[in-house]
């Protein structure tokens, strides 16, 4: 997990620039968006965040305006976009192909939307418009080239470019950096985020990809089977998971399974209760999951202490299955106990010092504060 470059910014309170309420969609029997409620701020980059067929992108389309909603209704800025046509909506929408038109020159695709602008804007305002945005996004020399010749980033450019020509209030990226091979997107979610600050745009940014959601956004919603299960920051989403879902969803866990009594989990699969946060404790007798961010997992050749401080710890011996060296850390899978539990920990390769780092097979000692772990009730 790629950790953000920036804080956040901070977004005065103020009434939500984008407001989604009740929405559904169904398509015959099946119901692609359940009851969305969400409010997105001004200048706000969000994040729709969730796999393929959850129902995020058909949620972008219904603000679009390319899909009709069931039930519910969207209001940007103040405007009810219910009767209003997807060409007539102050949106703009950049596809995950780009759709870019093989026969135009980069500046002819930049220019497309503002020729079809009422009332007519006329060509010396047209080619301002159009040097602008090639300015924005660093493509001037470019203009006379058609998008063949140009590379997979700079294709992403244009398309945004053409997106942000007609100053939408609200622009709509549907996985826009999916094209992209890997070292290129990390490069360009940045660049892209950085250009969308510096226009001031509204965005909604609908991916897939955690990393990608977690660099980009502000904020995010996570979306599992047309429902809307969470929605914070990325600090408040990895850290601080509403469910199993996200948890498993955003990043990896450990996640252990039963029930509270006397304070403790009872019932797992690990070789002892689990001590928990007080302040995270559900009734007696609740059902629960207890999700552990491998990051959290310390190893080491000698047992813990009981306690750290006043603070409880887990703890069991395991044996190192697998491991898998990433350089600045390494990920240990273990197998507790006499059973088959199955851990992971997230280890710095620093960690060890100058003593070597386990090997397979050889017996460590896993434990964890009690208070890194998340208590979740569904």
């Not at 001004?42 to 067929?53: C, D, H, N, V, W």
Request: charged residues 25%; contains cysteine; aromatic residues 6%.
């Amino acid at each position: 997990m790629s950790a953000r470059t920036d804080s956040a910014p901070h977004f005065p309170a103020e009434p939500d620039y984008l407001r989604i309420e009740g929405i559904s969609k169904r398509f015959d029997d099946a119901l692609a968006v359940d009851n969305v409620t969400l409010g997105v701020r001004r200048r706000e980059i969000f994040a729709l965040l969730g796999s393929s067929g959850c129902g995020k992108s058909t949620l972008l389309r219904m603000i679009a305006g390319l899909e009709r909603p069931t039930a519910g209704r969207i209001v940007l800025d103040g405007e009810d976009l219910a009767e209003v046509p997807a060409f007539r909506r102050p949106t703009n929408m950049m596809f995950q192909s780009y759709a870019l038109f093989p026969h135009m020159s980069v500046a002819g695709n930049v220019a497309f939307g503002l020729r079809q602008e009422r009332p007519r804007l006329t060509r010396a305002q047209i080619d301002a418009r159009v040097a602008e945005m090639l300015e924005l996004v660093q493509l001037q020399r470019y203009a006379a080239r058609k998008p063949h010749e140009l590379s997979g980033g700079q294709q992403q450019r244009v398309a945004l470019a053409r997106s942000l020509a007609k100053e939408p209030k609200l622009l709509l990226l549907d996985e826009p950096l999916a094209a992209l091979d890997k070292k290129i997107r990390q490069h360009t979610q940045l660049e892209l985020v950085s250009l969308i600050r510096r226009v001031g745009v509204t965005c909604i940014l609908v991916t897939h990809d955690q990393e990608e959601a977690m660099t980009m956004a502000s904020r995010i919603g996570v979306m599992s089977e047309g429902v809307l299960l969470q929605v914070g920051t990325p600090d408040e989403i990895y850290e601080h998971p509403s469910c199993r879902f996200t948890a498993e969803f955003i990043g990896e866990t450990n996640l252990f399974h039963g029930r509270l009594e006397g304070g403790r989990l009872n019932g797992s699969d690990f070789p002892a209760p689990l001590a928990i946060a007080a302040e995270a404790m559900p009734a007696p007798g609740t059902e629960v999951w207890l999700s552990v961010r491998p990051e959290r997992v310390v190893l080491g050749r000698q047992p813990p202490a009981a306690v750290n401080g006043n603070v409880p710890i887990n703890a069991a011996q395991g044996e190192v299955d697998e491991i898998a060296y990433l350089g600045s850390h390494s990920v240990y899978h273990l197998r507790l106990g006499g059973g088959g539990r199955r851990m992971i920990a997230s280890v710095p390769s620093a960690h060890w010092g100058e003593a070597s780092a386990p090997a397979r097979g050889e017996r460590v000692w896993a434990w964890w504060l009690a208070p890194d772990g998340v208590v979740l009730t569904r």
